[in-house]
């Protein structure tokens, strides 16, 4: 069995869990008519994959085609205005050998952006110098003060990475100490903004654009790229690609456009990377028997870059990814191992703390989750945040002490709940905020906490009202167990890399046995499943309840290759269970349509629906009325009987 790791989806209780089924395939439910979207008869995609891409709006064979295989980024300086400028300055400072300061920002993307700046100017010729401010110290992004002691120093060009658009004040003193600056972000544009040489944004590019999706790292690297062309020096964009893996990896960018292609071209060549701090990463990661896909990335390696980011400093990443000594690499591979274990310790104890406050609170749990103390650390409150709302299906902040009467917050929410519209709504009681729909953070006044949370409260619990509570099970496609073999892991394959945008395939069997059941160390379920014929393992991580499963049980899940002590075998991973009657009995499914209500069951080959009035639908009947035969595919989906 795997190790678990903290990434590892949690199991809710089965009374938490709200089941909502995949939409009809309408026509393509016609077995004949769904192949039709394969993108070639000698790479056929079996049906549930089909399904997954159809519901998700891949509705040819040619838009199957170009996820699977990508178009060719097109030129970037189409889409970027002010490629030319930043490239045109750049150059100069590369065949002068000016100062470049790099200034990036304390997470994965930053840091990566700042050693892939780094090591491409450095081999261009230039003398570039990175600047990330303090996570604790100094806060987020260029500030003014590391402007004044860049141009001490004699620094007369910047290049911002993964920040600086939002740096107005900074921005503004460069401009007075002749201080040149290029930036290059994907954070939100200001109405008005500020003096800058050249700004490289994704928002700026066409709406259609295959660069919209690029995080920092992803502009760091269409920069340089350019750079290496107009120099004719590509041998100098030698592990630029690698970096620009992890960084858009570890960010959670969108898998589209020139992600996409630049990822499927980049990770088969990742675990045998020439960056010395990857290859010592991999090393104390324990994933270095290996390839590198992108689960590995977002959960082996970028939490250990992060981790020094949260608690350290991060030019230790910086000097990890850009050195060529094997033996420093595996020295900064370990200090960030040994912040990754300390970040990890950190985590279960506020995450114990806020669970026990949570407690000691009594049975009535408010809707939005809002705990403060003022010992715990800034660096993870986000990550404990996140747990929560895992945990609880229920919006969560997080706050620690900032001294003079201030705390600081990280919030998370479950989808459908917007963070930064409900920050906004409490705007006049804090002093400072951000963030985007899934996650947060603001600062405010301890003597505003009470209202703070009455107010969020309010809106957490109009929210719920509208969109249930619960922790939402939705698969797209059904699965027969005998249907998963290591063809189909295959085929499963052709769709990575996963991510934002397009995640792994959740799909569901129907009536499934279980024949053994276990709780493991860690309080972890594993399961034996069997359906007809075919048995597989199933693992339900971190679950909240005994192994006292019912004997039939519907299952939502993942399609995994565990891989353990050198042995490889088929597994699920489980993200919902619920109860169900044994196959082939007079099994009875209530299904809920707009405001009516029906009742299903199958009947020999067929089905039966029911309405409230006693009146049946036979599927025999063949009905033409769009809507019945709409009715008709939604019963045989919730009877396990269609894709």
Known sequence: MARPLLQQPLLPPLHEQRWQLPAPLGELADPELLQKLNPAPLSRLPDPLLAVLARRGYASAEAITDLLNPPEAPQACEHFADLEPAVARLQRACLAGEAVAICGDYDADGMTSTALLLGVLERLGARPVAAIPSRMAEGYGLNAAMVERLAAEGVQLLVTVDNGIAAAEALARAQALAVEVIVTDHHSIPAQLPPLLALLHPQRTPADSPYRGLAGVGLAYVLAAALCEAMGRGDALQMARDLFCIGTIADMAPLSGVNRRWLIDGLPRLGHSGLAGLQALQQVAGVDDRPLDAQAVGFQIAPRINAVGRLGDPRLVVELLTTTDADRALELAGQCEALNRQRRELCEAIEAEA??????????????????????????????????????????????????????????????????????????????????????????????????????????????????????????????????????????????????????PVFWSAACRVTQQKLLRGGH?????????????????????????????????????????????????????????????????????????????????????????????????APEHPYLRALLQDAAMALGLSA
């Not at 003022?374 to 660096?379: D, E, L, S, Y």
């Open 525 to 621: 379920l594993q399961l034996e499943l069997s359906q007809g014929e075919r048995s597989l393992r199933a693992m339900g991580w971190r679950w909240q309840g005994a192994a006292d499963l019912p004997p039939w049980v519907d299952v939502a899940y993942r399609v995994k290759i565990d891989r353990w002590q050198g042995q490889e075998r088929l597994q699920l991973e489980l993200v919902g269970l619920r109860g169900s009657d044994p196959p082939g009995g007079e099994r009875e499914v209530r299904l809920q349509r707009r405001s009516r209500t029906y009742w299903c069951r199958r009947q020999g080959d067929g089905l039966v629906v029911r309405n409230a009035a006693g009146e049946e639908l036979h599927s025999s009947s």
């Open 355 to 504: 669970l026990a406050l949570l407690e000691a609170d009594g049975p009535h749990r408010p809707r939005f989750i809002l705990l403060a103390q003022g010992h715990w650390h800034h660096g993870v409150i986000g990550i404990v945040a996140a747990r929560l709302v895992e945990r609880l299906g229920l919006p969560a902040a997080l706050l620690a002490g900032e001294g003079g009467g201030l705390l600081r917050a990280s919030v998370r929410a479950p989808r459908g709940f917007a963070v930064d519209q409900a920050l906004n709504h409490c705007a006049d009681l804090l002093e400072r905020h951000g963030g985007h729909p899934a996650a947060g953070g603001f600062t405010v006044r301890a003597e505003h906490v009470a209202r703070l949370h009455e107010r969020l409260d309010a809106l957490a619990a109009t929210w719920l009202a509208s969109h249930g509570g619960g922790h939402p099970v939705e698969p797209e496609a059904l699965l027969r167990l005998e249907q998963i073999d290591r063809d189909f892991v295959r085929h499963q394959q052709r769709l990575e890399p996963f991510g934002i945008g397009h995640p792994q």
